[in-house]
């Protein structure tokens, strides 16, 4: 019998770790985590059982986002080491029988970046500008903003340049949008994917998977920002000018060639915040090949919403015909379970959000039972190892 990580489909069994390499392990004693740390945890990773590492983003940032606000997708940040010390990580990861697989923020890049950088030159109408979500504003001099967005992260969701153009950010101001209408932001990610496919990476987690297409047209920006606002993620009729748009799909056909270049094939697995009718689309052997069920991660602890979430998740893989679900319970976008299981228990539909408060207000508003959290947790794990998929 084959073993799993020998298996060109090792990801729809696998039990993957989120590293995130600045807090992992400081192998130098620089008070920072550093990929040679990871490299020196394999072992101590491979007796958890791990099949695959997920490293969140190790590149050059101004760390405005956790370092989701990149500045070159194709290096390492030399704070955390080189290349040298990637393929050196590759290589002992996969001599320990685990699979490597790196994020990819395509949504947006940092204000620091190449292109971004070159669009600020460039001005106007110019071909770089066209990489980027650029716009007039509105006002007599145009000094107000496009539309009255409002940023994920607080604030408008635009930002004026010297030249009095504004671009859209649906994340930090760091964080320009790009415009996948534009063939040269293909280029870029199709090289990014077959520059790390050829270091040994073996998978991609896609971040803002849902929200790369994007759609302007039909009504002025004034209006749909009336219409739609940027928080309503979530979306049953594919309208939204923002997120889970029918063309979304094209990018993924094109990526899944350049997957397919590689033997084994490469797969990705999205960061799609969807309703769970549409995960399957993403998850389709013609796209990316696996997304994450979020619905397990925001389920509260009662039987019915574990049970809602799971059934959930294997309707979406069934449709799929091929792919399998990821159950997330933990990761960087979501208070961690030892905590959630910890608070006051409230409906399902508030729970969620109780837990950020929790966070934001210091555990001033609820007090957190973290030994319950902690049993709750282990046996939460262990419910989600019992599933197929992989977690």
């Given at each position: 019998?084959?073993?799993n990580?020998?298996?060109?489909?090792?990801?729809?069994?696998?039990?993957?770790?989120?590293?995130?390499?600045?807090?992992?392990?400081?192998?130098?004693?620089?008070?920072l985590?550093?990929?040679?740390?990871?490299?020196?945890?394999?072992?101590?990773?491979?007796?958890?059982?791990?099949?695959?590492?997920?490293?969140?983003?190790f590149?050059?940032?101004?760390?405005?986002?956790?370092?989701?606000?990149?500045?070159?997708y194709?290096?390492?940040?030399?704070?955390?080491?080189?290349?040298?010390?990637?393929?050196?990580?590759?290589?002992?990861?996969?001599?320990a029988?685990?699979k490597?697989?790196?994020?990819?923020?395509p949504?947006?890049?940092?204000?620091?970046?190449?292109?971004?950088?070159e669009?600020?030159?460039?001005?106007?109408?110019?071909?770089?500008?066209?990489?980027?979500?650029?716009?007039?504003?509105?006002?007599?001099?145009?000094?107000?903003?496009?539309?009255?967005?409002?940023?994920?992260?607080?604030?408008?969701?635009?930002?004026?340049?010297?030249?009095?153009?504004?671009?859209?950010?649906?994340?930090?101001?760091?964080?320009?949008d790009?415009?996948?209408?534009?063939?040269?932001?293909?280029?870029?990610?199709?090289?990014?994917?077959?520059?790390?496919?050829?270091?040994?990476?073996?998978?991609?987690?896609?971040?803002?998977a849902?929200?790369?297409?994007?759609d302007?047209?039909?009504?002025?920006?004034?209006?749909?920002?009336?219409?739609?606002?940027?928080?309503?993620?979530?979306n049953?009729?594919?309208m939204?000018?923002?997120?889970?748009?029918?063309?979304v799909?094209?990018?993924?056909?094109?990526?899944?060639?350049?997957?397919?270049?590689?033997q084994?094939?490469?797969?990705?697995?999205?960061e799609?915040?969807v309703?769970?009718?549409h995960?399957?689309?993403?998850?389709?052997?013609?796209?990316?090949?696996?997304?994450?069920n979020?619905?397990?991660?925001?389920?509260?602890?009662?039987?019915?919403?574990?049970?809602?979430?799971i059934?959930?998740?294997l309707?979406?893989?069934?449709?799929?015909?091929?792919?399998?679900?990821?159950w997330?319970?933990?990761?960087?976008?979501?208070?961690?379970?030892?905590?959630?299981?910890?608070?006051?228990?409230?409906?399902a539909?508030?729970?969620?959000?109780?837990?950020?408060?929790?966070?934001?207000?210091?555990?001033?508003?609820?007090?957190?039972?973290?030994?319950?959290?902690?049993?709750?947790a282990?046996?939460?794990?262990l419910?989600?190892?019992?599933?197929?998929?992989?977690?």
């Amino acid at each position: 019998m084959t073993a799993n990580n020998e298996r060109a489909d090792w990801w729809k069994q696998a039990v993957v770790y989120q590293v995130y390499p600045r807090s992992f392990k400081d192998a130098n004693g620089d008070g920072l985590g550093d990929i040679a740390g990871i490299t020196s945890k394999i072992g101590y990773l491979k007796d958890l059982g791990v099949d695959a590492l997920w490293l969140s983003p190790f590149y050059p940032s101004e760390l405005a986002d956790g370092g989701y606000d990149v500045i070159d997708y194709r290096n390492v940040d030399p704070r955390l080491g080189t290349m040298d010390d990637f393929d050196a990580m590759v290589d002992a990861a996969h001599g320990a029988g685990m699979k490597v697989m790196v994020d990819i923020v395509p949504n947006h890049t940092s204000d620091r970046h190449a292109m971004f950088q070159e669009a600020l030159r460039a001005g106007r109408g110019s071909a770089a500008r066209d990489r980027y979500i650029f716009r007039e504003g509105r006002g007599e001099h145009g000094e107000l903003p496009p539309n009255d967005w409002l940023s994920l992260f607080g604030g408008s969701a635009w930002e004026r340049v010297d030249d009095g153009q504004w671009y859209l950010h649906i994340f930090a101001v760091q964080q320009p949008d790009l415009n996948w209408r534009n063939p040269e932001v293909h280029e870029e990610f199709n090289a990014t994917f077959r520059f790390w496919s050829d270091h040994g990476t073996d998978g991609f987690r896609i971040d803002v998977a849902h929200g790369l297409a994007k759609d302007f047209h039909g009504a002025s920006l004034e209006e749909l920002g009336r219409r739609y606002p940027v928080h309503q993620v979530m979306n049953h009729d594919g309208m939204h000018p923002l997120w889970d748009r029918d063309e979304v799909h094209e990018i993924y056909h094109e990526w899944r060639k350049v997957f397919n270049e590689y033997q084994p094939p490469r797969f990705a697995v999205g960061e799609a915040w969807v309703v769970p009718e549409h995960q399957y689309r993403y998850a389709s052997q013609d796209e990316l090949g696996q997304v994450f069920n979020f619905e397990f991660a925001k389920a509260d602890w009662t039987a019915d919403a574990f049970r809602t979430a799971i059934e959930e998740g294997l309707e979406s893989a069934q449709e799929t015909h091929g792919s399998t679900t990821t159950w997330v319970m933990n990761n960087h976008d979501v208070p961690r379970s030892a905590s959630r299981y910890g608070l006051p228990q409230v409906a399902a539909a508030n729970y969620h959000q109780l837990a950020k408060d929790w966070i934001l207000r210091d555990g001033t508003t609820y007090t957190e039972d973290r030994d319950l959290g902690e049993r709750r947790a282990r046996a939460a794990i262990l419910m989600e190892a019992g599933l197929p998929g992989s977690m």
